[in-house]
């Protein structure tokens, strides 16, 4: 075994671990099961990376977001640690190929989609791999009481069938007290162990600000501001309508949603990052990975449906440890939005198959086909082709995911790949015999060389185009030609993943599993109770209000809240001043950091 601190300094050239960062770490060396809580940004991945150096053999990672995944295959290889991703982005083959190098024990990381553990390829090589820790990222995605509930994350125990003697380390930024234990039961803990970093962000206020007129109060903070913010909104378009308005006032912002490109994106994120623009206006699409100390407010336009996303969000403001807001700007019927956001999100039967239907024309899936394919998701056409809205169309898709039918992930950035895999005579003797697809191929070796080599990066549309048919066509005979196996073709995924889990079912008489569908609802409906609490006006302190709800003993009312500002004004001044201008007092607060 490796020494620790030596690995810590060879492979990332740290001086020393962060609080927690080392008894994590020696708990997995000593073979615990281990649950660790700590906030975004505190290094949770170093817990795993580390003993997995020290080790030896394996160690399979289990992540939610091929996005993230990516990059962190990316980071460890800089870091001379050899590491793998195995997700739905991938083509069958790629997946094998990888599953049978990690056999052979030759990634220290390998990080998979949680759907991927179900599969025959995934089994057959797994009890050979040289498994020395199983990491479960996200680990509140595991728990039904969670507000990020993965059907898909239930499958994780099967692999200590396998390993029984191989410790867990569970990792989350975010837990309550009830999916702290369900956690550990469901992982299967042979003794519960949990080591938690403190939720209290002392450098933190919480502000509600109850009253109409939000984008003129946004303004007047975020002209008293100094520094940088982030400004999340509900809705994709008024990302922009909000920064016009902000850039109208000589406020420079970005916006960031995720329905920009990737491009747009990256512009908008670095631009802020460096402050070359002050705020940015996104929706929840923003956040994950950033890593910006010096964020003096975080607004919310509207309230979020949980206290967990809210947490989270908020969350970013302060991470330099300075004073920082965290403002919410609600007004009287936003109870009411964010109760019947969550009715909204329990379509019913009739919706969820249409959806199913839609899904399954647009990409030409027939039925008793499909399993384990994945396929990207264009949520604008789906809610066309179903006749339903985007966000109803998402909320199927999820009782579908709940009911086993599919898995949702996330889409990762990588390009169109084609490689030819058969003969140059069966190339050929497509090209002169197919009247139909011959030109088609006759096209794809005109623009692009060395296809029958290796893989090549392709653009679907200008292939298309060249050949002169609609570009959905051109993609289906992609498609079938790669279940040929003529072919090896992995679409680009920018977009979010489908994977069908089962074959494709007739839409027509398939059912839901009514009774899951129900406590969902029932929970979410307990989760969004609590959020439109912590806004309304009889909680004593926010801050104890979040503490509490994360199971954090506080140690008294903060001080700084509004409410705590409001009863402080109410006893001192002698007029017991109701219409105090808690804006005003937010907004000087973080112009003078305490
Ligand atoms: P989390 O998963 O908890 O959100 P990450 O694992 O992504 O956080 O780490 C956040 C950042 O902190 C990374 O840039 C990482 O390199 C850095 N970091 C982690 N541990 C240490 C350490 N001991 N010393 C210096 N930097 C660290
Ligand atoms: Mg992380």
């Known amino acids: 075994m490796k ?184 992982l299967g803990f042979r003794a519960h162990h949990v080591r938690r970093a403190p939720f209290a962000r002392p450098e933190l206020t919480f502000w509600v600000a109850r009253g109409e007129d939000k984008h003129g109060r946004l303004l007047r903070i975020a002209q008293r501001t100094t520094g940088s913010g982030i400004i999340y909104v509900r809705e994709r378009r008024s990302t922009h309508r909000t920064a016009d308005l902000l850039e109208h006032h000589d406020i420079t912002s970005g916006t960031y949603h995720a329905g920009l490109s990737h491009e747009e994106r990256d512009r908008a994120q670095a631009e802020w990052m460096a402050g070359r623009v002050r705020f940015m206006v996104a929706t929840n699409a923003f956040g994950m990975g950033i890593d910006k100390g010096d964020v003096r407010v975080v607004v919310h336009l509207a309230p979020p449906d949980d206290i967990e996303s809210y947490y989270q969000e908020a969350g970013r403001a302060g991470r330099d440890g300075k004073s920082a807001h965290a403002i919410l700007l609600v007004d009287d019927q936003d109870a009411g939005r964010v109760r019947d956001r969550v009715r909204a999100a329990f379509p019913d039967l009739s919706q969820v198959r249409r959806v199913y239907q839609a899904f399954a024309d647009m990409h030409r899936i027939a039925i008793g086909t499909g399993a384990l394919e994945a396929y990207p998701l264009d949520l604008r056409a789906l809610a066309e082709r179903s006749g339903e809205h985007a966000a109803t169309v998402m909320h199927a898709l999820k009782a579908l995911e709940l009911d086993g039918t599919i898995a949702l992930s996330d889409g990762a950035r990588s390009p169109s790949r084609i490689r030819i895999l058969a003969s140059p005579a069966t190339i050929h003797a497509l090209r002169v015999n197919d009247a139909r697809n011959g030109p088609l191929m006759e096209t794809l070796l005109r623009l692009y060389g060395g296809l029958h080599e290796g893989p090549v990066i392709v653009e679907e549309e200008r292939i298309a185009r060249t050949v002169g048919r609609p570009l959905d066509e051109v993609l289906a005979v992609l498609r079938e030609w790669h279940r040929q196996e003529l072919i090896d073709h992995v679409p680009r995924n920018d977009a979010p993943l489908v994977t069908l889990l089962v074959p494709r079912r007739d839409a027509a008489i398939m059912m839901l599993d009514r009774k899951a569908l129900a406590d969902r609802e029932r929970r979410a409906s307990t989760r969004a109770e609590a959020m439109i609490t912590y806004f309304g006006p009889s909680v004593d302190c926010r801050e104890q209000q979040l503490l509490t709800y994360f199971g954090e003993q506080s140690p008294g009312a903060c001080g700084r809240c509004d409410r705590c500002q409001k009863r402080q004004r109410d006893t001192t001044s002698p007029l017991h001043e109701r219409d105090i201008d808690v804006e005003r007092w937010a907004i000087d607060q973080g112009e003078h950091p305490a």
């Not at 580390?50 to 030896?56: E, F, I, K, L, Q």
């Not at 599953?99 to 390998?110: I, K, N, P, Q």
């Not at 680990?139 to 993965?150: E, L, N, V």
Request: aromatic letters at 6%; charged letters at 20%; a neutral charge.
């Open 3 to 186: 020494d620790i601190h030596q690995v810590l300094r060879t492979h990332w050239g740290f001086d020393g671990f962060r609080p927690l960062q080392e008894p994590i770490v020696r708990d997995i060396l000593a073979g615990r099961d281990t649950l660790a809580l700590l906030p975004t940004g505190a290094g949770k991945s170093l817990c795993f990376q580390v003993p997995a150096v020290a080790m030896g053999g394996t160690s399979i990672v289990i992540s939610p977001l091929i996005a993230l995944m990516r990059d962190q295959v990316l980071h460890a290889r800089g870091r001379g640690i050899t590491a793998a991703a195995v997700t739905s982005a991938m083509s069958r083959r790629e997946i094998d190929n990888t599953l049978e190098d990690a056999a052979l024990g030759r990634f220290t990381l390998l990080y998979i989609a949680p759907e991927r553990i179900g599969t025959e390829l995934f089994r057959a090589r797994l009890p050979r791999m040289p498994v020395k820790q199983i990491v479960v990222d996200e680990a509140h995605c595991i728990s039904q009481w969670g507000f990020d509930f993965r059907p898909s994350y239930r499958r994780i125990p099967e692999l200590r069938v396998h390993f029984p003697n191989v410790p867990v380390l569970a990792l989350t930024a975010t837990a309550t007290p009830d999916v702290v234990e369900d956690i550990q039961e469901q």
